[in-house]
């Protein structure tokens, strides 16, 4: 162990300090979730909207979006090197930090109306996502493994408050600002902003000692540091048949999520469907993507992870045929959406558990930030595929093109489970 392993290894923690330290360390988790998740919602609620003004064009306002998932992509393999090297808290907080840069650069590139601007500090408000993401890792590291994916639920589950409230107050953080000589479009930013700040000052002073070093000062058999290199943790996938299962479960359901839910909108506005309508279906998926996995976790400590992962993949494409066959009938629209939530949650959750069940404990973080980037880069091609499929086929088309993106990961489910 080097001086600098040292210098950040935390002090002892007895078998009896443990529970009462899993829940501090969850409190810490979730709060800050709520808050890592309101910022992220508020200050997209309205980035297709700033993005059209700044940029001139209704055209490219969905590069907006499009830069904040390739951040939250790019940024995942550094600030998961960081965690390797040198725990969850100072990558948390980085990355809520880098969030709420990109936040004030978003608000600059509004003022002095420069697009190229904009869209490198929605890249850079991608952190923020990382971040939120990167917790639910951090709940799993002191978790018994009995109770691992109720451990990462929870965590999951919190992030229903900030989804909910953020878009809510996007309208008044726009009326905040409107004497300032920001634009009201951007002034979500600003709040969001705000909010990462407090989130990184809550992990900093509240997430100690630091959940990944603790686990590792638990597990003395892990304490060397040579199995914890991106290099190491990508080893580790090759040689896990479950970890690659995992990955693929993650990547599945983000991308077949991402890709039915971003053209939903167009569908519905297609069959005469109004904003307020639209903003229900939204809701009811979001709802279905959060509201419930505390009982995916449940499910998956009690059922086991497999089975989770096989509950996804039907659920998964449950919704794309009732979205995908409901034509004008909204009712079965808003159905499929929630399920669509549903099904998500369910393969996040057992696919995340099963990632961190599968690989050695100093290679975690490393495999954890794989799985982040391999998600959010599926879902940012997915994303950008689906507007091409709806244009040349149909959204019909779409969700047929989503239930297929689910094949491989039910084909490895079903031969794992049998081996």
């Known amino acids: 162990m080097t001086a600098l392993d040292k210098a950040a290894s935390p002090a002892p923690v007895t078998a009896d300090e443990l529970p009462a330290l899993r829940r501090r360390i969850t409190a810490v988790l979730i709060a800050s979730q709520i808050l890592g998740g309101l910022g992220v919602a508020t200050g997209i609620a309205l980035a297709t909207v700033l993005a059209q003004q700044v940029s001139g064009t209704e055209a490219l306002s969905g590069l907006a979006p499009t830069a904040t998932v390739a951040g939250t992509a790019v940024l995942s393999m550094p600030l998961a090197a960081l ?39 929605m890249a850079a408000f991608g952190a923020g996502s990382s971040a939120n993401l990167q917790a639910r890792f951090a709940a799993a590291d002191l978790a018994e493994p009995e109770r691992r994916a109720r451990a990462i639920s929870n965590v999951v589950w919190a992030t229903t408050i900030g989804a909910v409230l953020g878009p809510n107050i996007a309208a008044p953080a726009g009326r905040s600002v409107s004497g300032l000589g920001i634009p009201a479009a951007a002034g979500p930013f600003v709040w969001a902003a705000g909010v990462f700040l407090v989130s990184a000052a809550l992990v900093l002073v509240l997430l100690r ?12 058999a892990d304490r060397s540091p040579e199995g914890r290199s991106l290099r190491a943790g990508m080893r ?23 890709s039915i839910m ?39 400590d009690r059922i086991g992870r497999l089975a989770v992962i096989g509950l996804a993949a039907g659920l998964l494409s449950l919704a794309a045929l009732l979205a995908g ?18 099904g998500w949650s369910a393969g ?10 599968s690989v050695p404990q100093p290679a975690r973080a490393a495999v954890q930030g794989l799985s982040d980037l391999t998600m959010n880069t599926s879902a940012g ?17 779409l969700n047929v093109v989503g239930a297929c993106l ?14």
């Not at 000692?209 to 003395?220: E, N």
């Not at 996938?237 to 993650?250: C, D, G, H, I, K």
């Not at 167009?266 to 009811?284: F, R, Y």
């Not at 689910?406 to 081996?419: C, D, Q």
């Open 83 to 121: 965690m390797t090297a040198r725990g969850r808290r100072p990558g948390l907080v980085l990355a809520y930090l880098l969030g709420a840069l990109g936040a004030g650069v978003v608000v600059l590139a509004a003022v002095v109306d420069n697009f190229p601007l904009l869209l490198l500090g």
């Open 209 to 220: 000692p630091d959940p990944l070093l603790t686990a590792r000062a638990l597990s003395p």
């Open 236 to 258: 580790a996938v090759r040689e896990s048949p479950m970890a690659r299962l995992a990955l693929v479960t993650v990547a599945a359901s983000h991308t077949a999520m991402v």
């Open 262 to 300: 971003s053209m939903t909108p167009v569908a519905l506005s297609h069959h005469g469907a109004g904003i307020e309508l639209i903003g229900l279906v939204i809701s009811a998926h979001i709802a279905g993507m959060y509201a419930f996995s505390p009982v995916m976790g449940w499910l998956a």
């Open 325 to 342: 066959t409901a034509g004008a009938s909204h009712g079965q629209t808003a159905a499929g959406l929630f399920v669509l939530g549903l």
């Open 348 to 357: 996040l959750v057992s696919g995340s558990t099963l990632l961190t069940d």
């Open 381 to 397: 091609i997915g994303g950008a595929a689906a507007g091409l499929i709806v244009a040349q086929a149909s959204y019909s088309w």
């Open 406 to 419: 689910l094949l491989p990961m039910a084909a490895l489910a079903v031969r794992r489970a049998l081996s």
